[in-house]
């Protein structure tokens, strides 16, 4: 899934609708490499990631946390 990959390749949280322009550029890229070799390309996410959090809360596991202090930290990696 392309939000997949804006998040974990390029720090972006996006709603599932915004990275329809990144889906669009990779299947073009695959099936017409010519037309986006050698140029720059710019994709227009609008949507951020927390106007679906319902979507990311049934789909994906959601992170340890922990303290903001030295302590807390240092117990969860056990140090």
């Known amino acids: 899934m392309h939000i997949i990959l804006l998040s974990s ?29 050698d140029k720059t390309i710019v994709a227009v996410l609008t ?11 049934d789909n994906y596991d959601i992170p340890n946390t922990v303290e903001g202090n030295l302590n807390s930290v240092e117990k969860i990696l056990n140090l």
């Open 9 to 37: 390749k390029e720090g972006v949280f996006v709603e599932p609708a915004s990275a329809t322009p990144v889906a669009g550029l990779i299947n073009l890229a695959e099936q017409k490499p010519q037309l986006v070799n």
């Open 47 to 57: 949507g951020n990631g927390l106007k679906d959090q319902e979507f990311v809360l």
